[in-house]
């Protein structure tokens, strides 16, 4: 095979990138804006698999949390990953059960996962207010850990780059360049420049589907935008992931933390709420660590999540088409390195049989 183009420098074009090149590929990047800054560079980043299904999904990011570790190895670095372990504890009645539950069948799995006590969480994370009666479930996840997108991105771009890559930034793939109504030959981009290419895969992310409408497919994606919270640096000793019923926080670097929910993700409609929700967070957050007490917000994001319609990953060629690939996929942080490594064997004509629930054609409709 000739060129290939890769769109979008995300966590996800990337490890396509990367891997294409590990494999003799001559590939040229292109990205609208700069590596990391679409989803990827404001993504709370949590590789994990604790709550993923069905099995061959929790398989794919299990899978991804190890590849990590193995490309780390690899490159003889692992300056991305920035913290380990995750603590998860759950109020309420029936919190203990369900917790116990979802760890049984985690173990089933050979999933790292440790029910603790009061005492234990008091002794892990000693600066976390737990409500004083109620019941209360924890359990302690050892194996999973946050990472720097950026920093992944351009440790992967730099290796694929030594290999030969070709990276072009700040100019936007205005269109595909056809040769035929099917055949995808290149990009153009929004400069004038047109790049060449045999293959084409798209790693937009969220606009995944817009490139991919010039060739008469639509394609069912359920993007949702998410609030990122950022706080000033906090004096606390606080070094894991914290999930305390729907709050989410860890640090962030330089002392700062990151706080996000999947609930307020969920009632975030106008920028006027933004704020109001930010501050919610933050008021949440301080409720769980008194040490945020004083401590005020830095600034929040409000990312679009990529998510194809039925939360899934979609990889793959739509309809069998022999040049224009297209990628898209939630938990990106958590699957790249492996996921990269499943489509370029993809590419080369391997068919994995990993990728077969994620086929694209299942989202996809002829227009
Ligand atoms: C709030 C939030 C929290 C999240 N938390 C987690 C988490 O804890 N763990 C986890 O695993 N995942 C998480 N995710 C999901 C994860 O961030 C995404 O799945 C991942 O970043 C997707 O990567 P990507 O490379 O596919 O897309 P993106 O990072 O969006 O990259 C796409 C790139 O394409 C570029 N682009 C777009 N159009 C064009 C064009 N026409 N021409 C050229 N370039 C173009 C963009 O500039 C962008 O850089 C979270 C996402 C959000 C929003």
Known sequence: MGEIVVIGAGVMGSSVAYWLTERGHSVHIVENAYPGAGASGASFAWVNANAKSPGHYHDLNAAGMKAHRALADRLGTDRWIAGRG??????????????????????????????LDRHAVGALVPELALPGDGELGAVFYPDEFWIDPTVYIATV??????????????????????????????VELASGAVIGGDLV???????????????????????????????????????????????????????????????????????AQVAVLAQHLLDTARKRFPALANVGIESWRTPLRPLPGDGLPLVGRPGGASSYYVVATHSGVTLAPHLGALIASDIDGEDPEVLRPYRPDRLMTRT
Request: charged share 20%; hydrophobic share 40%.
């Open 157 to 186: 771009l730099a290796h694929a780059v030594r290999s030969g890559a070709r990276v072009t930034s700040g100019d936007r793939v205005a269109r595909l360049v056809l040769s035929a109504p099917e055949t995808v030959s290149g």
């Open 201 to 271: 895969v798209n790693c937009t992310g969220a606009a995944v589907a817009d490139l991919t409408g010039q060739l008469s497919w639509t394609i069912a994606m359920a993007s949702t935008p998410g609030l990122l919270v950022y706080t000033r640096a906090a004096p606390t000793t606080l070094d894991t992931i914290v999930r305390f019923d729907g709050l989410e926080i860890r640090p962030d670097g330089g002392g700062r933390f990151l706080l996000h929910d999947h609930g307020v993700d969920g009632q975030l409609a106008t920028e």
């Open 86 to 115: 995750h603590l998860e504890i759950r109020t309420g009645q029936g919190a203990i059960g369900a917790l116990a539950d979802k760890v049984a069948r985690l173990h089933a799995r050979s999933y790292g996962a440790e029910i």
